[in-house]
């Protein structure tokens, strides 16, 4: 089966691809096709069979600056994709993410809760998740959240380098997060992409901590010294807003039947295994 990965020099996508191992699957940096590109992405796209889109316009605070970039990527990118899939009559998986809930409920939200986007990067990625929709009458849409893993270059991604090098760190206490190794979330995908069970989806590790809290783990497991301020998430200062929840259910997961997502705990210690045999 000839599968399309876009997005493919990111974390999420290089992590998908590896997975893919020995497939036929033809792996498209931005570089080789900017998914705002409609015609660009027909082109790529033509005679897959499977298409997953990983690309958009991640830079969450960036965007505050760049709506329209923001935009043309997140919202018109995932539109043209759709579209293509359609034409070829392939099938979908558009990513998408935790930041279209506003994180102002309790309990962890599922596939069926009301997006309220706060911010510009959410509000585009909702609007992308709208129009593959409309695009695209069966697809997978999977909203993945705290994502990290090897070469990434998020924060996430680099607090393993961080905490080794002893480097004085400030992290957020509040905010309720599950820490998603980039490498599980690949494997649920495609544990998804073997079906046709179409529709939303959250793939993200279970459980719940924070990001210091992910970090003091880390720390004990690498037996270093802690070296961070724990404080609030406004102290941080970050101009775009983030949903203080950004706790997922599994449900549909759950109706689907699949295996559950591991423990973040589960996932970073493999993780940890992974790199240590590097």
């Known amino acids: 089966m000839k599968t399309v ?14 997975e ?18 409609a015609a660009a992405v027909r082109e790529r796209t033509a005679g897959a069979e499977l298409v997953i889109n990983c690309a958009a316009f991640t830079n ?27 034409a070829a009559g392939a099938t979908l998986i558009h990513v998408s993410t935790d930041f279209v809930f506003d994180g102002a409920q309790r309990e962890p939200y599922d596939e069926f809760a009301r997006p309220n986007p706060q911010s510009i990067y959410a509000r585009s990625k909702w609007a992308g998740e709208q129009l593959a929709r409309a695009a695209l009458r069966e697809l997978f849409i999977v909203r993945v959240q705290g994502l990290y893993g090897a070469g990434g270059g998020n924060f996430s991604s680099k607090l393993l380098q961080l905490v080794r090098d002893g480097k004085k760190l400030k992290l957020d206490g509040e905010r309720r997060v599950q820490p998603t190794w980039a ?18 989806y959250h793939v993200s590790c279970a459980g719940e ?11 004990d497991k690498l037996n270093v010294a802690r070296n ?10 970050a101009p775009a807003s983030r949903p203080p929840n950004c706790l997922f259910r599994h449900r549909m997961l759950e109706l689907r039947g699949f295996p559950p997502m591991p423990a973040w705990e589960a996932a970073q210690d493999e993780y940890l295994e992974e790199e240590a045999a590097k």
């Open 60 to 86: 969450v605070d960036g965007a505050e600056k760049d709506e329209a970039g923001a935009y043309r990527a997140n919202a018109i990118g995932a539109e043209n994709v759709a579209r293509a899939v359609a």
């Open 228 to 237: 961070w301020d724990v404080v609030g998430s406004d102290a941080l200062g």
């Open 5 to 18: 990965v876009l997005g493919a020099g990111g974390l999420l996508g290089r992590h998908v691809v590896a």
């Open 183 to 200: 490498r599980a979330a690949a494997r649920q995908i495609l544990a998804l992409a073997a079906t046709r069970h179409f529709g939303t």
């Open 209 to 219: 901590t924070t990001w210091a809290g992910f970090t003091l783990r880390l720390a």
């Open 20 to 37: 893919l191992g020995g497939a036929e699957v033809v792996a498209l940096p931005r570089a080789a096709c900017d998914i705002a590109d």
